[in-house]
């Protein structure tokens, strides 16, 4: 009689033990705010990343400055024409550009990820999208971040003189004929979103990194956010193939 009993109760400690709520009580499932703070984690550790590599961009070739449009096609001709010295000295000045504006908006970048809300944390963490932190992230901040890089790039090319050096550049480049897209003066805008560009690029490199290997997850709450959502995924995708 006692087994009959048994039975159905411990069917229904399993049952309630599999609800969501309960396994969120037992710490099993990150809170809301655990998962925006595992992802914030992972975020400025993407940051302090892109601030390394931006200290001397020239080395990684991801998010040193290039030519725009047929960029290869272009720094080829130019050299061609015997303008080797001046586009390694007006490269390597907007190399510089790209780097203090980075180095100088530190704080814009970590007060952006500090007050970011995220509504959807869940569907940014369990997800096949290895980048979709990132790209919400980016998303909701590029417009905010280009405005505070334009000053800073514009201010340091003309410090150094580069867009003088630039101009005189296109001048010539401008004249070659049966050139496909002549060159543009002010390239402002176009170094400006390159180092925002570069910065989430190297962002995403992490987020996706530390969404496949557990060792990279520095923090805490890194380890129980995104481990918790690679087992989710895992399940979902189970659930999806075993329907």
């Known amino acids: 009689m006692k087994k009959i009993i048994l039975i159905p109760l411990i069917s229904l400690i399993i049952t309630s033990f599999s609800g969501c709520s309960v396994l969120r009580g037992l710490g099993l ?13 992972a975020l400025q550790q ?10 001397n961009p020239e080395g990684n ?28 000295q007006v490269t390597s000045k907007f190399n510089r550009a790209m780097s203090t504006a980075v180095q100088v908006s530190k ?23 290895p980048h979709a932190a990132t790209e919400y992230f980016k998303k909701e901040m590029k417009p905010g971040l280009m405005d505070a890089f334009r000053p800073i790039v514009d201010s340091t090319i003309k ?6 050096e630039w101009s005189n550049i296109v001048k010539v480049y401008n004249k070659i ?15 400006a979103a390159r ?3 570069g910065m989430f690029l190297i962002i995403a490199n992490e987020e996706e990194q530390i969404r496949t290997r557990y060792e990279l997850r520095k923090t805490d709450m890194m380890r129980k956010v995104f481990t918790w959502a690679e087992k989710e ?6 659930m999806k193939t075993s329907g």
């Open 233 to 238: 995924l895992q399940r979902r995708q189970m």
């Open 61 to 88: 070739p991801l998010i040193r400055f290039v030519f725009p449009g047929e960029a290869e096609k272009i720094e080829k001709t130019l050299r061609d024409i015997g303008l080797d010295r001046a586009i390694n």
């Open 159 to 164: 410090t150094e003189g580069a867009n003088k």
């Open 46 to 55: 993407g940051l302090f990343r892109g601030f390394d590599a931006f200290a």
């Open 107 to 129: 704080p814009l970048f970590i007060d952006a990820i500090k007050n970011m809300s995220i509504r959807e944390a869940v569907n940014i963490l369990v997800t096949d999208n």
């Open 29 to 41: 499932i990150p809170t809301e705010l655990e998962m925006i703070m595992g992802l914030k984690d």
């Open 195 to 197: 180092a925002v560009d």
């Open 177 to 191: 004929p049966f050139i496909s897209k002549p060159l543009e003066e002010n390239l402002t805008d176009f170094i």
